[in-house]
Nanobody
Framework: QVQLTESGGGRVQAGASLRLSCAASGRAVSSHSMNWFRQAPGKEREFVAG???????AYEDSVKGRFTVSRDTAKNTIDLQMNNLKPEDTAVYFCAARTRGPVSSSPSDYDYWGQGTQVTVSS
């Protein structure tokens, strides 16, 4: 079992930065593929960024160059640094862990989920 807890969300203006953190308990984050997904009101959950146990990273096209996913093995956390935020980034952001397999953009491939943290970006 893996328990995931997100933190760091908030309300900011366009152009600002936020750093989300996902604390994992039960297993080391270095042994899983870990993703960030987001879900805006009325929309499906979508892939944002992911990091594999090999440290390979992947990003959704709209966040490339603005968001950076990283892993802190000492703290057993996955972080998402979000710069130059835009109103369209407004969503609930979820951390997810996949027991086996590489980074995937499909939420159905992920076994464990956090409760989510709200990010609101105003123009």
């Amino acid at each position: 079992q893996v328990q995931l807890t997100e933190s760091g969300g908030g309300r900011v203006q366009a152009g600002a930065s936020l750093r989300l953190s996902c604390a994992a308990s039960g297993r080391a984050v270095s042994s899983h593929s870990m993703n960030w997904f987001r879900q805006a009101p009325g929309k499906e959950r979508e892939f944002v960024a992911g990091i594999e146990w090999t440290s390979f990273t992947a990003y959704e096209d709209s966040v490339k160059g603005r968001f950076t996913v990283s892993r802190d093995t000492a703290k057993n956390t996955i972080d998402l640094q979000m710069n130059n935020l835009k109103p369209e980034d407004t969503a609930v952001y979820f951390c997810a862990a996949r027991t086996r397999g590489p980074v995937s953009s499909s939420p159905s491939d992920y076994d464990y989920w956090g409760q989510g943290t709200q990010v609101t970006v105003s123009s």
